[in-house]
Antibody, heavy 118, light 110 residues
Framework: QLQLQESGSGLLKPSQTLSLICAVSGGSISSDGYSWSWIRQPPGKGLEWIGYFYHSGNTYYNPSLKTRVTISVDRSNNQFSLKLNSVTAADTAVYYC??????????WGQGSLVSVSS | QSALTQPASVSGSPGQSITISCTGTSSDVGGYKYVSWYQQHPGKAPKLMICDVTERPSGVSNRFSGSKSGNTASLTISGLQAEDEADYYCSSFTSSSTYVFGTGTKVTVL
């Protein structure tokens, strides 16, 4: 059974870089037909798609975050990562890593809370 | 890209049926079969309930069903139960090869 687990920085100051890793177990991150995505949810608010890394190597980002986001993959360790630079309080959220299959997201990681505060 | 539009809240009594709408454009909901729905209980990660507009993943109750007409997708919960009280989100693939989520709907079981 595929499982995803987020880890990384939990508390940041404004202007710092958010860095999260998603470890994938129970399946290969290099499997054809899948993409690997990050989604976030600010406290008390809705879901926001951040971007994804397609198995072919292409990456796609939310236009509103595109200038600050990088998603990359580490195939040797079966994990992928998220970097978001120049963070502000508005980036405070629970960050989920998720596998995407043909237009839907499943399974989801448990989520990692990242807080930005001076 | 703008979030898909969902009603903020929907309520119903146990045993009743409710429907949640999800309105987008021809560049997302109306243009693709890649509309999905997620259930989220407080403090938990979202759970996939419907994929490809109408398909129910293994293990999801058949009380949940999806449909689409034009630029609006819908999730119907029949035989409403207390455990269905949660937040629900729709999602769609877009013409830019990106994804967009709905604004979210809080379902209350009266």
């Amino acid at each position: 059974q595929l499982q995803l687990q987020e880890s990384g920085s939990g508390l940041l100051k404004p202007s710092q870089t958010l860095s999260l890793i998603c470890a994938v177990s129970g399946g290969s991150i290099s499997s054809d037909g899948y993409s690997w995505s990050w989604i976030r949810q600010p406290p008390g608010k809705g879901l926001e798609w951040i971007g994804y890394f397609y198995h072919s190597g292409n990456t796609y980002y939310n236009p509103s975050l595109k200038t600050r986001v990088t998603i990359s993959v580490d195939r040797s360790n079966n994990q992928f990562s998220l970097k978001l630079n120049s963070v502000t309080a508005a980036d405070t959220a629970v960050y989920y890593c998720v596998r995407a299959i043909s237009g839907w997201f499943d399974p989801w990681g448990q989520g990692s809370l990242v807080s930005v505060s001076s | 890209q703008s979030a898909l539009t969902q009603p903020a809240s929907v309520s119903g009594s146990p045993g009743q049926s409710i429907t949640i709408s999800c309105t987008g454009t021809s560049s997302d909901v109306g243009g693709y079969k890649y509309v999905s729905w997620y259930q989220q209980h407080p403090g938990k990660a979202p759970k996939l309930m419907i994929c490809d507009v109408t398909e129910r993943p293994s293990g999801v109750s058949n009380r949940f069903s999806g449909s689409k007409s034009g630029n609006t997708a819908s999730l119907t919960i029949s035989g409403l139960q207390a455990e269905d009280e949660a937040d629900y989100y729709c999602s769609s693939f877009t013409s830019s090869s990106t994804y967009v989520f709905g604004t979210g709907t809080k379902v209350t079981v009266l």
